[in-house]
């Protein structure tokens, strides 16, 4: 019923789908230089004076997104025009601003499914996104902000366009069936711009989903922001009617048909008012200098190095072949690996070498420590460890790590790449 009421309302025209052209999102979607002076102004509008827009991003690419809300953010004005947009990506892992990716995602598995990584600007927690997946930023002014409006707008077009019941918990999290988490969400609040995000399930690949995000042993310490592990649910389980696409239009139309400032349905007359949907290009013949943020968003740099400082010690039985045969060990023999990593990058290491492995004839524990330092935490180090033990084969010709050798290889590569 309520689906064949808004196919009803988009043939009326009372809100008419548009793409907007280059010439008109140069007038409507202005320089920073201009929208500085209007942002000075003192006073707000009035709710009445405020319209709407719903935005449809046509790029399914991580960074290009999450670089288009940062566009918005820093050159749009929000006094009377609010904006909701709405896209879609292919598979990735968001991490917040303050996290750790190491802690946060499986990084070797993301390696091995092509799955990208992304930092947001924004803070919270660790999200899986692909096509199955529908997100949703709001832009109001920053002191137009106001969260619990935008859940409750999903909330509403939930139960309107499917009948599905939902609930908004003390953290700020959409809950389908009591408990299994539908929706978390983030936000960036500055001195005149604010935006709230937030993702929905809808079909994404769960199995990925789990593998992705799966937590692991890694030895971490850290006072980066950690993630909260929630049981989830797709809306497509719920309710079979529920697509993206079909979601996409219900939340849409829900935006549109409330007011700016308050929770009411106001009808089909205010969407009739209202800037309606709009597809927007995320481009840079669009949008000036997009395509320099999103370079800054790819970077090794951003993505890791921008995590807070953090050590990881992890320790490993040494296999008994691997100790002098001749001796007898009163306790478990372990090889410890200890670390600090500051901007991703490696500061300082010790590897306890235990005494059956140097009685064996391991000699490198020494003179790889200086090779370590400053290597970024990843495969980077791991080749740095080798070469370093490769050093010290001065006397052979033999260009190939002996057991213990790759032992103490295979145990560094579990450390960096925390499997």
């Not at 280059?22 to 500085?36: D, E, F, V, W």
């Not at 002014?141 to 366009?161: F, P, Q, S």
């Not at 993630?227 to 139309?253: C, F, H, K, M, W």
């Not at 999103?294 to 990881?312: A, H, K, M, N």
Request: glycine share 6%; charged share 25%.
């Amino acid at each position: 019923m309520a689906q064949s009421m808004m196919r009803k309302m988009a043939i009326s025209n009372m809100c008419v789908v548009v793409g907007l052209t280059r010439r008109a999102s140069a007038r409507s979607l202005a320089t920073s230089k201009t929208i500085t002076a209007k942002k000075t102004q003192p006073e707000l509008p009035s709710e009445g004076e405020i319209t709407k827009s719903v935005f449809m991003s046509q790029s399914t690419d991580i960074y290009t997104n999450l670089a288009m809300e940062d566009w918005m953010y820093r050159n749009m004005d929000f006094s009377n025009h609010h904006i909701m947009m709405v896209w879609r990506n292919e598979p990735c892992v968001v991490i917040g601003r303050h996290q750790n990716p190491w802690l946060e995602a499986n990084v070797p598995f993301l390696g091995e499914k092509e799955i990208s990584l992304a930092r947001r600007n924004s803070g919270g927690g660790t999200v899986y996104h692909d096509r199955g997946n529908l997100n949703i930023t709001f832009f109001t002014h920053r002191d137009r902000y106001d969260r619990k409006y935008n859940l409750e707008v999903i909330k509403r077009a939930l139960y309107r366009g499917f009948g599905i019941k939902s609930l908004i918990n003390e953290r700020q999290d959409i809950l389908v069936r009591d408990k299994y988490k539908i929706s978390g969400t983030a936000a960036k609040l500055g001195r005149l711009s604010a935006y709230h995000h937030c993702t929905l399930l809808v079909n994404a690949n769960k199995a990925d989903l789990s593998k992705a995000l799966a937590k692991r042993e890694h030895g971490i310490q850290t006072n980066a922001t950690p993630s909260t592990p929630s049981p989830v649910a797709n809306l497509a389980d719920v309710d079979n009617r529920v697509t993206v696409e079909s979601l996409q239009t219900a939340i849409g139309y829900e935006y549109l048909r409330t007011p700016a400032l308050h929770i009411e349905d106001a009808g089909e007359r205010h969407i009739s008012k209202q800037r309606g949907f709009q597809f927007i290009n995320p481009t840079d013949d669009w949008f000036p200098g997009l395509a320099e943020l999103r370079s800054e968003l790819t970077t090794w740099d951003w993505c890791y190095g921008r995590t807070p400082e953090f050590t990881v010690s992890r320790s490993f039985p040494v296999p008994a072949e691997l100790l002098a045969p001749s001796k007898i060990y009163s306790a478990t023999q372990e090889l410890v690996i200890s670390m600090t990593v500051e901007k991703g990058l490696i500061n300082d290491v010790t590897l306890n070498i235990p005494p059956g492995l140097v009685e064996s004839g391991f000699h490198g524990e020494a003179s790889v420590i200086t090779h370590l330092k400053g290597k970024r935490f990843t495969s980077e180090a791991l080749a740095a460890l080798e070469d370093a033990m490769l050093t010290r084969h001065v006397a052979s010709d033999v260009r190939k790590l002996d057991e213990k050798e790759q032992f103490v290889a295979k145990c560094f590569d579990q450390v960096v790449n925390t499997v």
